[in-house]
């Protein structure tokens, strides 16, 4: 069964950077999708960045919001994906999840909504202060 491990979070000021880590493990399909959501205090979990991968290599999706200061990666090892996250700001505090889907899936462009992920981490928190 698919397992995720996150890790990397911590507190940092305001413009600084961090770069979050999730671990998947007992996955039997090069074919998946896996994406980062957060989640603040009173407000409903959000997908922000999410990425697809097969035989062709990785697809990235970004929300909006991001405006290109986060950026997806796979680690040396396609089981781990990286999140850098760069000149974080207040508002990007929150309880950040990493997820999964079931293997052998694939869409284009990446699913952004957490209803399409079946495999949750257990959360790593951001906090920024200003």
């Known amino acids: 069964q698919v397992q995720l491990v996150e890790s990397g979070g911590g507190s940092v000021q305001a413009g600084e950077s961090l770069r979050l880590s999730c671990v998947a493990s007992?996955?039997?399909?090069?074919?998946?999708?896996m994406g980062w959501f957060r989640q603040a205090p009173g407000q409903e979990r959000e997908g922000f960045a999410a990425?697809?991968?097969?035989?062709?290599?990785?697809?990235?999706e970004y929300a909006d919001y991001t405006k290109g200061r986060f950026t997806l990666s796979l680690g040396n090892a396609e089981n781990t994906l990286l999140l850098q996250m760069d000149s974080l700001k207040p508002e990007d505090t929150a309880m950040y999840y990493c997820?999964?889907?079931?293997?052998?899936?694939?869409?284009?462009?990446?699913?952004?909504?957490?209803?399409?992920?079946?495999?949750w981490g257990q959360g790593t928190q951001v906090t920024v202060s200003s």
């Open positions: 007992g996955y039997t399909s090069s074919t998946f999708c």
């Open positions: 997820a999964r889907t079931w293997d052998r899936t694939w869409w284009s462009p990446p699913p952004l909504s957490g209803r399409m992920y079946h495999y």
């Open positions: 990425l697809c991968h097969r035989d062709s290599g990785p697809s990235y």
